[in-house]
């Protein structure tokens, strides 16, 4: 029998298309919405068996708010997230919001309905080759420490390594304002930005990860 499904995503057409295809594969779609603002919203209204849930951008921050409130106000649906290829952190990320399963936007159409069927069975459903890799640098995370470190250090500013230096610091919104010279709502800004460039929620994600990867050793010497 197929699934009650819902479909939201970013981008229209890929929802219109996915949903179009399992259609014919006998699911019965509620919507096929792609609202910048109001997802959460959608689902909760219509109460699907499953929802599939685009994001591009799994690792910034809030990229899962809507599955937290999703599950909050609708804890029986499953939500299955369709990304690109995330990060150890993208898919743990995913899973701790409440997630059920989480697919690539790549992925058949075969593996698309399979994770839908074990969601709604209530089991997890994530490919094996995305939790391989995921094993892979859970597994090994500092087995290139110094090239990692250099990369994150690379998509920096030289204004925002300083904020990221006094956030690992332990300084706050306010003292990172005073030390720079700048309005504490342009402080806010650049740590907004440290966190979404470092792919981390907290404060405390970017500091663990700055030490972790060797980013703040390399910022002393720059």
Do not use: W
């Not at 919405?33 to 591009?56: K, M, N």
């Not at 804890?75 to 899973?95: H, K, T």
């Amino acid at each position: 029998m197929g699934a009650r499904l819902m479909v939201v995503d970013d981008h229209r057409l890929l929802a219109e298309a996915l949903a179009s295809a399992l259609k014919l594969r006998g699911h019965r779609v509620l919507a096929a919405a792609a609202p910048a603002a109001g997802a959460a919203e959608l689902v909760i209204s219509r109460a699907p068996e499953v929802c599939l849930l685009g994001t591009a951008t799994p690792a910034e921050p809030g990229a899962f708010d809507p599955v937290v409130r999703i599950k909050q106000e609708r804890p029986q649906v499953a939500v299955v997230v369709l990304g690109p290829v995330p990060s150890p952190r993208g898919i743990a990320a995913a899973f701790a919001a409440g997630a059920s399963g989480y697919v690539r936007h790549d992925e058949r159409i075969e593996g698309v309905e399979r994770a839908i069927t074990k969601a709604r069975a209530g089991e997890a459903a994530v490919a094996p080759q995305l939790l391989q890799g995921a094993f892979a640098d859970l597994l090994n995370p500092a087995a290139q420490p110094d090239d990692e470190g250099q990369r994150l250090l690379a998509v920096l500013t030289p204004r925002e390594v300083e904020v990221l230096v006094r956030v690992a610091e332990g300084e706050d919104t306010r003292l990172i304002a005073a030390g720079m010279g700048i309005a504490p709502s342009t402080a806010r800004t650049h740590v907004q930005r440290v966190l979404m460039k470092l792919g981390v929620g907290s404060r405390l994600e970017a500091a663990a990860l700055a030490a972790r990867t060797g980013l703040l050793d390399r910022a002393g010497r720059a």
